[in-house]
């Protein structure tokens, strides 16, 4: 994809999935490279800020802080952010609320890896050229 | 009805349930292995009763026409007293065939 890692902040409370999705990134060998993991919004805002990922893969249902909240919080202290929400809620109204928080792109599990790398390629490209 | 059809079913549904959708995800993330409701409880972070709800429905608070088992995307292994959980052959095509997508 290109020859700069992507580096990733993952936001997720459930253990399993924050070990897939690692699983998965590191599978794409050199196009990305996680830098941090948090467990609740409120560790994804302070990480976000000693971080600053190129891209953050945010759950919405999390203890302390949830998902729309962090989106609010991150895209507050940096507008280019980018957010990639991965999510369990599939109805359109999660989706909405979310992307007017300020997500970017919004991966509805159950999704497989290529779903994954399809989505954060676009987010790439799309935040290239703006 | 085709097997995309009954598919696009499936989804629809599950679009309907956070717990379903997890356990699905979890069950194809440990693929063959089996599972139990503790730990697919512990691995999602959702609590055994929804787990178990999710898995075989609940009168009260899941549909059980709509149960994960009801509609053969996981499978029941019994391994003496104990149940175990496994994704199915058609749920692994289910969550493959979103490659397409």
């Known amino acids: 994809m290109n020859e700069m890692k992507k580096r990733i902040l993952i936001v997720e409370d459930a253990p399993y999935m924050r070990e897939m999705l690692v699983e998965m990134l590191e599978a794409q060998g050199s196009d990305y490279d996680v830098v941090g993991i948090a467990v609740n919004g409120k560790e994804a805002v302070e990480k976000y800020k000693a971080l600053k990922p190129d891209i953050v893969t945010m759950d919405l249902v999390m203890e302390v802080m949830d998902g729309i909240q962090a989106i609010e919080e991150i895209k507050k202290d940096d507008q280019k952010a980018v957010i990639l929400v991965i999510s369990a809620l599939g109805t359109p109204e999660y989706r909405d609320a979310a992307m007017r928080a300020g997500a970017d792109g919004y991966l509805w599990k159950p999704f497989t890896v290529k779903n994954l790398t399809d989505e954060l390629t676009k987010l790439v490209v799309e935040h290239q050229t703006k | ?101």
């Open chain 2, 1 to 101: 009805m085709s097997a995309e059809v009954g598919f696009e079913e499936i989804l629809r549904a599950l679009r309907r349930s956070r717990v379903r959708t997890e356990i699905l995800m979890y069950l194809y993330k440990i693929y063959p292995r089996a599972s139990y409701p503790a730990e697919i409880s512990r691995n999602t972070g959702i609590d055994s009763t929804n787990i178990l709800g999710g898995l075989r429905g609940m009168s009260s608070r899941f549909d059980e026409s709509s149960s994960l088992l009801n509609q053969g995307i996981v499978e029941r292994v019994e391994r003496g007293d104990v149940t175990y959980y496994r994704l199915s052959e058609r749920g692994k095509a289910l969550v493959e065939s979103l490659q397409k997508g």
